[in-house]
């Protein structure tokens, strides 16, 4: 029971760190690089938050609105001006990952800290002695997964985000703002990387290149996923439970592999991925 719910709350902490850049990815056919500086963003922002002596769970909303405020200064006045170059965005993504390290390293140092989190201890579930707060996790993602779902379908911001994934050229010609869906977007997908960051955290240190493991999974989990949710899912469930499972039997250093190793013969072997056809 142990194992199975490894695999759940790993696939749960997956999809929280991926939606962001899946969502950005969707909308501008750009992956972010700058994804995993926005997640060491939001592990800072929880780190503020610790040092401030604030109830932890206010490190979600914080983490959030700075990362949403970070997503639109950089979306203004770096990313704009490149969507008509798609690969000189991708590669000042890249750079801004680089710079937001430095600058974090230079207001809080290199030295790994950590945060508190807002639940301690084991609880009994299912016969099994476990976490709270990675089963909170799941809740976490579950509750993340439902909101996206509802913004996209269910709002009018949603139906003209859809509208550009679909075909942009169409949808300005109806009349639709693709810059102000880019824009919201971008930003959107910034503070879900920073709440993703939030999240995290108190399951491990916090420390200025924290980001790039979790960027590295996410951006794997992203080009077999596609552009859905759902595919998404699907691909942190399989993928980070080969990931549990390999780190249990096998050995963890082989475990952080799994996933790029497995998402590259699935794209070898099946290039749509875990999307439908």
Not at 96 to 119: A, M, Y
């Amino acid at each position: 029971m142990s194992q199975l719910l490894d695999i759940v709350t790993t696939a749960a902490i997956l999809f929280s760190v991926a939606t962001g850049l899946l969502l950005v990815f969707g909308v501008m056919k750009i992956i972010n690089f700058a994804h995993g500086g926005f997640l060491t963003v939001g592990a800072y922002s929880a780190l503020v938050v610790t040092k401030l002596g604030l109830n932890p769970w206010w490190s979600l909303l914080f983490a959030f609105v700075v990362g949403f405020g970070c997503g639109m200064v950089i979306e203004r006045l770096v990313m704009r001006p490149l969507y008509s170059r798609p690969l000189d965005a991708i590669l000042a993504t890249w750079g801004l990952g680089i710079i937001i390290g430095q600058l974090i390293t230079l207001g809080f140092g290199r030295e790994v800290q950590f945060v508190q989190s807002p639940v301690t201890g084991a609880i009994n579930f299912l016969g099994a002695s476990y976490s709270q707060y990675r089963l909170i996790l799941v809740f976490a993602a579950l509750a993340l997964a439902a909101s996206l779902a509802t913004l996209l379908d269910r709002t009018r911001l949603g139906l003209q985000t859809r509208a550009v994934i679909m075909n942009e050229n169409l949808a300005r010609a109806l009349g639709i703002n693709s810059g102000l869906v880019r824009f919201v977007t971008f930003s959107l997908g910034a503070a879900l990387a920073s709440l993703a960051g939030a999240l995290i955290t108190p399951l491990s240190s916090v420390d200025p290149s924290m980001g790039v493991p979790w960027l590295l999974n996410a951006f794997m989990l992203v080009l077999v996923s596609g552009v859905s949710l759902l595919s998404l899912a699907a691909a942190c469930v399989v993928l980070g439970g080969a990931q549990v499972l390999v780190s249990i039997y096998g050995n963890p250093v082989l475990g952080g592999l799994t996933i790029v190793v497995l998402a590259a013969l699935v794209l070898r072997f099946r290039p749509q991925g875990f999307a439908s056809e």
